[in-house]
């Protein structure tokens, strides 16, 4: 498989142009994972320090280059379980997000901020708007 040459001005393993070690898309070394990654794995960073990153062109954004650091899986520890009390909090959290404030009923899906109100609220303050 033959890669474009741009991608060979990313490829910096010891860190002397970039300041940590560098390498161009899909050729990093096997144990270093995105957090997408050890996400997938059931893994987060534990606290360590970024071992590397692995840098591409994109022509989607301005500034033309993207990065995604990465960490060693070694070093990696699981992800944490929540207790059931902390998935009840972020249950009523999320559910209080629905209720809209003016008729006090569960909209079905989380009120925009702009308006701080379900959107059947919305659309009568502005047909009396309109009307008036």
């Keep these: ?23 161009p898309w899909r050729m990093a070394p096997p144990h270093l994972r995105t957090l997408r990654q050890l996400a997938a794995e059931g893994l987060r960073p534990g606290g ?7 840098l591409w062109n994109s022509r989607r954004y ?7 650091y990465l960490y060693d899986v070694r070093l990696a520890l699981p992800k944490r ?5 902390q998935r009840a909090a972020l249950g009523r959290a999320l559910a ?3 209720v809209c404030p003016t008729c006090g009923r569960d909209a079905g899906y989380v009120l925009p901020r702009h ?18």
């Excluded at 301005?62 to 995604?68: E, F, H, I, P, S």
């Excluded at 379980?81 to 009390?85: F, I, L, N, R």
């Design 1 to 23: 498989m033959t890669r474009r040459r741009s991608s060979a001005r990313f490829f910096d393993p010891t860190g002397a142009r970039f300041g940590i070690p560098t390498w």
């Design 48 to 54: 360590q320090e970024i071992a590397g990153q692995v």
């Design 62 to 68: 301005r500034k033309g280059v993207r990065a995604a």
């Design 81 to 85: 379980v929540p207790t059931d009390k």
């Design 96 to 98: 209080a997000r629905r």
């Design 115 to 132: 308006l701080d109100e379900c959107l059947d609220c919305a659309d009568a303050i502005g047909a009396e708007v309109s009307a008036a």
